[in-house]
Each structure stands twice: as structure tokens, then as C-alpha cells.
């Protein structure tokens, strides 16, 4: 088989894409929102916030040391995970509003992905220049002095971002002034460094190598929007019937082309590499660049803006035949939306009331069941159960342990005097618990009794109880 005949590759190799550098109210937007996601990102380690003597100063903190998440005058503890959990449920409700009311509006604003690739293609424009400019450079195939200067220069810069996210993320599971000096003084747990390498790394791989084979390839998400997409969903598209047929020859009453000129502009200004007039496609991230830049060019041409706009595809008819789109407000008020806005609702409603109403004492009870019960030498029938004390004020308190249920029920603790034993503060304390039913009872002679284990805060009176069993020696 000769050369000529031979079956193309199935793959061909990556053309790196080289955005131009577009201005507009959408690509201000992207700036603004930007610099405000980098800073909460970046600063939010270093916020401090008073919780007392006992706990950590800092605002926003994920303490896997002490199982402990802290954020704000808000304390999260391993057994409430579910707040997490919530908060999850809601950030994916509020995606799913979001993709059906303006589709990958989320991809192409806020995802990280989206903000550090802009970021690294923002000191790569600084460094190397504008579109065409990177374009000659990566054609190059001389390695010259210039060449080599100006990709160490870009290397470096991406390297210190990468390292400065990856710094930043360490932060937030410890005190960071008391890390970065650590880091600095090269005294931290080996831990931290690698993390931070191992987050410089992948940060710069994806935002500044792969960028957006990242969003076309690796994430799901653009498989799953249909779902949440139908007619009325306001993206970006491109209005053909206006456009078309396109072409750079002189607009005139007796001429046929439309009112695209071809420029290009619109396919050089994305960040993904597609020109948004073939149509609806997978790799659209919504980020409305291209609208910046077709505005601009309808401008220069004398021609209305437009021609690439957010639109809904159900008004394609009325604005074909001359007619006006539906109102926005039509489109994003729909049942799809109305339903999504209401389950995210009640979530966040659901966890806002359970974050008050939960108790800043807490327990629970493990019965011990290596032996299920014990036998004294006067008859008397002994449980055994492993409870645990939750502390979560800031000062330590005096917890009483009690039983109702059985008035026979008797509780010991082990290693106290009395019922009452102290907790220190914003702590779980385990304690061993026995309850012993006299010989006479009729729960030392019951193979079950059902009775409540009660905890309460003798500073001011807070109870909360777990209910149990006790095995007794049955006939």
C-alpha cells in the first residue's frame, strides 16, 4: 500500500488555542468577577475571627486535626456532616437553575477552571503579546534568544501562581500566619509541601497546558447540561438569519449577503477555539466573548449589534418574521426554574433551621456488649456503655448523666464521684457509663428494658438524651 493510500489517524494533534484580547461589557464582567473570586480564594485564610481563648482565630478553617470545620461564628462537627451535605445539595440545585435559565453560565464565569485559565492566558498575553503575536512565537521553530527569554519568563510566572494556589488551599486546614512562617523557615510537616507541589502542578496543568481540553474533554458537565436545557433557555447563538450569507464584499439595498462580514472575529476571541455560527455545540462554555467582539465589528460596519447575542432558541420564528423576542423575564420564570428555585429553597431553609435549633450539648450512647451484662456479687445486674460528651461551648461545663424510664436504674460513673463530670471546652469527652438494676428488679430479671440516658448542662439547665436498653438476667 502506497503512501497516498494509507487510512488518516483518528486523532489528529492539539492546535493550541491563542484568544485575541477583546473588550465589551462581557469581557469586563469576566475581569470583575475574576479578581473577586481570586481574592475570596486567596484572602479568606487570613480573616481572623474571635471565638475565645480555647478555639482557633481564623475566619475559615478546615481543622482535620481536631474534626472540626469553622466558618465564621459557624462550627461544624464530624456528626453533623449533613450540614455539608446540604450545602452540596444546594450548590448542585443552584447549578441546575443557573444551566436551565442561562445555560453554561456557570462554566463560563465562576468555574475555577474558566478563572485561572483566564488568569495564566492574561500573564501570557503580558509577556508574549496579543493573538498574533503568540501565534508567530509557537510557529517559530528557531529556538533564538528572544524565544528562550520569553518562555522562561512565561514558565516562571505560571509556576508562582500555581505555587501561590497551592499555598493558599494549606491554608485553610491550618493557622496561616503560624504556617507561612513555617513554610518559609522550612519547618512544616512534609505534608504541606507536598500538597503545595502537588496543587502548583496541577494548577498549572490545567489552567495554563490543558485549558480548555479541560472543559471539552474532562469535565462532565457539558454532557449533563441538555438535561437541564430546553427552548427557552437563554445562551449564546448566533442569529443566521440575519447573518447570512455571509461575506466581505460592500453592503448595499440590492445586495444579497447578510450581515456578517466574516471577520473571524467571534472564532479568534474564544477561549475554546469554535465559531459559535455553526450552531449550538458541546464546547460553548457561554462565556459571551464572542458577542463582545462581534458588537464591536457591527459597530465599525455600521450595523446594528446583535448579530451573536444571548438569546432563547424559542423565539427564532417571531424574530424571523420581523417579530420581538419574548420577554427575559418569561424565559427564566418557567416551571423547569420555579421548580429548581423552590427544592433549593426548602434545602436552604432546612438547613438554616436546623443550625439554630440544634443543642450546644450532645451525646451518644454505645452499649457495651463484651458481656452483654454482668452479675454482681449482691445479684445486682450491671450494663456497660461507652458515652460520648459534646461539648460545644467555649468554656468548659459540668454535664450530669441521669435515666428515666426505670426508677430502679441506677447510674455510676466510672472514675467520678457522683453523676456529674466536667467537659472542657468545645471538646468530646468519652466517658464509661455503668447503670445497675438491683436484684430484686424487675429489670434485672427483664432480657430488655427500654430507659432514656439523659445529659444535662448544670450551667444553664440544657438537656438532650439518647434513648437505650438495658439487658437484664432474663428467667
Not at 15 to 31: D, I, M, Q
Not at 50 to 65: E, K, N, T, Y
Not at 383 to 406: A, C, M, W
Not at 429 to 448: C, F, I, M, T, W
Request: aromatic residues 12%.
Amino acid at each position: 500500500m502506497s503512501t497516498t493510500d494509507q487510512e488518516p489517524g483518528l486523532y489528529a494533534a492539539r492546535e493550541p488555542v491563542f484568544p485575541k484580547r477583546v473588550s465589551g461589557k462581557f469581557r469586563n464582567l469576566k475581569w470583575y468577577l475574576m479578581a473577586f473570586t481570586l481574592g475570596i480564594y486567596y484572602l479568606t485564610p487570613w480573616i481572623r475571627w474571635d471565638r475565645g481563648p480555647s478555639l482557633p482565630d481564623q475566619a475559615v478553617l478546615i481543622d482535620l486535626a481536631n474534626r472540626r470545620f469553622f466558618f465564621f461564628m459557624i462550627e461544624i462537627w464530624p456528626h453533623e456532616f449533613y450540614f455539608v451535605a446540604g450545602l452540596l445539595i444546594m450548590a448542585g440545585l443552584g447549578l441546575f437553575l443557573f444551566t436551565s435559565a442561562f445555560g453554561r453560565v456557570w462554566c463560563g464565569y465562576a468555574c475555577p477552571q474558566t478563572v485561572w485559565t483566564d488568569l495564566f492566558i492574561l500573564v501570557e498575553r503580558w509577556i508574549e503579546g496579543d493573538r498574533n503575536a503568540r501565534l508567530r512565537l509557537h510557529r517559530q521553530k528557531k529556538w533564538d534568544l528572544r524565544k528562550v527569554r520569553l518562555r522562561i519568563t512565561k514558565y516562571l510566572s505560571w509556576v508562582l501562581i500555581g505555587a501561590a494556589t497551592g499555598g493558599a488551599w494549606v491554608f485553610y486546614f491550618t493557622d496561616a500566619p503560624t504556617l507561612l512562617v513555617d513554610l518559609v523557615m522550612g519547618t512544616a510537616h512534609p505534608i504541606a509541601y507536598t500538597t503545595i507541589a502537588v496543587m502548583t502542578g496541577t494548577t498549572i496543568f490545567f489552567g495554563a497546558i490543558a485549558r480548555e481540553q479541560i472543559c471539552i474533554y474532562a469535565c462532565p458537565w457539558p454532557r449533563i447540561q441538555a438535561a437541564m436545557m430546553d427552548e427557552d433557555t437563554i445562551t449564546v447563538a448566533y442569529r443566521e438569519w440575519r447573518g447570512e450569507p455571509r461575506g466581505k464584499g460592500k453592503r448595499t439595498e440590492d445586495s444579497a449577503l447578510g450581515d456578517c462580514i466574516d471577520c473571524m472575529a467571534c472564532v479568534n476571541v474564544c477561549p475554546v477555539g469554535i465559531d459559535i455560527r455553526d450552531g449550538q455545540q458541546l464546547e460553548c462554555i457561554t462565556c459571551a466573548l464572542c458577542i463582545d467582539a462581534c458588537d464591536e465589528m457591527m459597530e465599525k460596519v455600521g450595523k446594528p449589534r446583535g448579530l451573536i447575542d444571548y438569546m432563547a432558541l424559542s423565539d427564532e420564528a417571531s424574530e424571523r418574521a420581523g417579530g420581538a423576542p419574548k420577554n427575559i423575564w418569561k424565559h427564566i420564570f418557567r416551571p423547569r426554574t420555579i421548580l429548581y428555585t423552590t427544592l433549593w429553597s426548602l434545602v436552604g431553609v432546612g438547613l438554616v433551621v436546623a443550625l439554630f435549633m440544634r443543642s450546644d450539648i450532645d451525646l451518644t450512647v454505645a452499649p457495651v456488649r463484651n458481656p452483654t451484662f454482668v452479675t454482681l456479687s449482691d445479684g445486682t445486674i450491671r450494663n456497660t456503655y461507652e458515652v460520648r460528651l459534646r461539648n460545644k461551648h467555649g468554656e468548659e461545663r459540668p454535664f450530669k448523666i441521669s435515666v428515666t424510664g426505670d426508677d430502679t436504674l441506677v447510674v455510676r460513673l466510672e472514675g467520678v464521684e457522683g453523676s456529674v463530670v466536667d467537659v472542657p471546652a468545645d471538646e468530646m469527652k468519652l466517658q464509661r457509663v455503668y447503670v445497675l438494676a438491683p436484684p430484686e428488679s424487675d429489670a434485672a430479671h427483664s432480657e430488655r428494658t427500654d430507659f432514656r440516658m439523659w445529659v444535662e448542662d448544670t450551667t444553664n439547665a440544657d438537656r438532650v438524651y439518647k434513648d437505650t436498653v438495658f439487658n437484664g438476667k432474663a428467667n
